[in-house]
């Protein structure tokens, strides 16, 4: 019977192998890629090739890289003497006919680890967690599940059996205690059963995972992005995952993940980003954000683009003078040439060319019925002398010649194109045209509407004129981030510019032209992957036409996966993750949509914590109206966040907010209680500063977040801000410092070994959903709460 030390020595010997190996395969892929970073010269079709390799490399290396720190975390001892070890990426050996080593924590096999229990033990006996520090095995523990396995522990450990429903008790207990960083970490290695069958759901449809502060909801998001990024590779790597997230500080805060788990393609945005140019920071306040939220704004937005579509009345033909030559189009022919336009139901701007033909087309009618009648008529210096030049260049004049001559000889041969174009370049006509059917940027679209003297009131009749009112803003006033929705649902409807659409279309034919060459080359050559034969490899050779090669070469290079995402409206993700999407409006949604055609989707978030106030009451509120019932909804239920002495207090808050919700089961106390103090209105600020100071001086390690309501949050972050100077603070606070200072709003998301918590009351008067952001900002501590009430 081995002992525990020789426990520790066996497993150290075989994680100093994996690291052998490891090693490996780094120097492997470096020398792979210093090789065809090397060379030089060679076809452009080699050109290619090499930097295909290049990419593929690289991307190889970044997961080795992040395979580092903990690269194997657990065992599983199945039947007999079988064991499978688990880790952050799958190795294999290559001198055994490709015996995997070390599996994957997402390949199928490795599922158990997860999911096991005495009382379904899925064929596993045992299973290990094992601690490592650098490259050394530093600790143990086992689960048995089994009875054989717990006799051997008890002899070996005094006892270690495992009756908990949590995976892995100790290994998890002691991430949850760990201090915290001001960065999120992953939990490969503790991830629990509940959490599990969330990371590993199918692909297909959209999924909402409903949870309780502290249940893992985004870190289960962020892992299912890895296991759906792995496990669909070659799909996904070309689409790209997107994660929305509420604020640019949770999306730094949780920013280190994907890359941990060697996954670096995911584009992660607020929804104040996701439309390409703008970059939207700031709130409305909230009622307004709640009307400009409303499905009904997309209808707004349609009518204000008909309603700046125009005609001339019956009898006013609209005049274009054009070098003193009038030319009138009546209303009879506007009407035409938009009905034209319309029937191609293309979106406006993509239509407008339509029209633009058949109003040039009038306009030539009657330029050449001019020239019929009397050539010379009306027809000044500057178009004489183009039009010479014209009969000049087709042989039909010559040097001197008066044009007049041969009377009709002007309309034989200055064809009716070269007088279009002529008409075409003349402001007055570009006017007529612009009058007719503009060509619009959404912005021009949106600022026209919130901003124009009339449009609104034209258009917005189903707004009571309080609402109307309250949506107006300054001419060209900082986008917000409930602006952003407008934006693109006017983009949407006014489709791409010409120039835009030209330049678009242009850079694909490169690409596919690009890839074209590249095929006959790739065919045949396939790469070898690192993991175990049995999980999904990616292979150019896979893709077999050159349009999909060219994707997969704008995909190839991961930076830009984010960055062509970022900048083009029209990207659609292969698969979307949204946290916190209780926050999101009707017409966010609609965005969203609009990037995921296949809807393919993954919803967490907490309705309880909703401070939006055109977020979600209840999820059936939110996405019946825009997917019927095509979601399915599953839900989290322990909170591995907030210890249980806290939760009590806060399920006072998730009473009030709605009787009929059940906060999660805490999964640990902490044995100290939440202290409440009472003060002063006027001495909140003194005191809050000095409570402030002594849990910072109390924190030997961690974080501490000073949440104040958002009412008064310059008077209390400027008392924090003089007694501690280096808390950070404002609109994106730097959650690296030990102490932030921030709004329950901000504090969405973060969580924070210390929190103290000024005037609760305050948040919760704070909009009409202050109960949630109060609910939000009692949740966010995983070890100590102050609390100071104004009495
Ligand atoms: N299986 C796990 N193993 C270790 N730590 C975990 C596990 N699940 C969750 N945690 C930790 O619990 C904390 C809360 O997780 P997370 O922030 O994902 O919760 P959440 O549901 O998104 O919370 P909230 O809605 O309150 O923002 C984090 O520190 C996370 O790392």
Known sequence: MSNEHEELAHEQDYVSMLYGQLDRMREEASAALGGVRGASGGTRQYLVERDIVARETGSRLARIDAAEDGLCFGRLDLGSAERLYIGRIGIRDEEADGEPL???WRAPASRAFYTATSAAPLGVRRRRHIHTRMRTVVGL????????????????????????????????????????????????????TEQDAVIRDRLQGILVVQGGPGTGKTAVALHRAAYLLYTHRERLA?????????????????????????????????????????RARTFDAPHVAEIKGRTEMA?????????????????????????????????????????????TEEPHNVARPVLVDHIL?????????RLTDDPFSGLSAEVLEAIAQDLREHGLAMEGEEIGDGDDALLRVVDRAELRRTLEQEQPVQAALNWLWPELTPQRLINELLSGPFLLDEVAGELAEAEREALRREPGAEWTIADVPLLDEAAELLGAFNAERAARELKRRQEIAYAQGVLDIMAGSRSTDLEDPREEIVSVTDIINAEALADMQAMADLRTVAERAAADRTWTFGHIIVDEAQELSAMAWRVLLRRCPSRSMTLVGDVAQTGDAAGAGSWAQMLEPLVGERWRAVELTVNYRTPSEIMELAAKVLERIDPALRPPQAVRASGVAPVREQVSSEDLPG?????????????????????????????????????????????????????????????????????????????????????????????????????????
């Open 141 to 192: 523990d086992d689960d048995a599940l089994d009875r054989g396995v717990l006799d051997e522990l008890e002899q070996v450990h005094g006892g270690a059996g495992s009756a908990s429903p949590l995976v892995g008790e100790a290994a998890l207990l002691a991430a949850l205690t760990k201090a915290r960083t001001g960065r999120m970490g992953d939990v490969v290695e503790t991830i629990q």
């Open 361 to 369: 087309e009038a306009l030539v009618d009657q330029a050449a019925a």
């Open 299 to 343: 209808a707004v937005i349609d009518r204000a683009v008909k309603a700046l579509r125009r005609l001339p009345e019956p009898d006013e033909p609209l005049e274009v003078v054009v070098d003193g030559v009038t030319y009138r189009l009546d209303r009879e022919t506007c009407l035409r040439a938009q009905e034209k336009a319309l029937d």
């Open 687 to 791: 005191r809050l500063a000095e409570v402030a100071l002594a849990r910072q001086e109390a924190l030997e390690q961690g974080k501490l977040a000073v949440i104040v309501p958002a009412s008064r949050a310059g008077e209390l972050t400027a008392a924090v801000a003089r007694t501690l100077p280096e808390a950070s603070y404002g609109a994106l606070p730097d959650l690296d410092r030990r102490t932030v200072v921030l709004t329950a709003r901000q504090a969405k998301g973060l969580e924070f070994d210390s929190v103290v918590l000024a005037d609760p009351e305050a948040v919760a008067a704070d909009g009409p959903r202050g109960e949630n952001d109060l609910y939000v900002a009692l949740t966010r501590t995983t070890r100590e709460l102050t609390i100071l009430e104004v009495a």
């Open 238 to 278: 070309r689409s790209g995952v997107l994660i929305v997230g509420p604020n640019p500080t949770f999306l730094r805060y949780i920013g280190h993940v994907l890359p941990a788990l060697g996954e670096t393609s995911a584009a992660l945005l607020t929804v104040g980003e996701l439309f390409p140019g703008v």
């Open 102 to 104: 070390l599996l994957d």
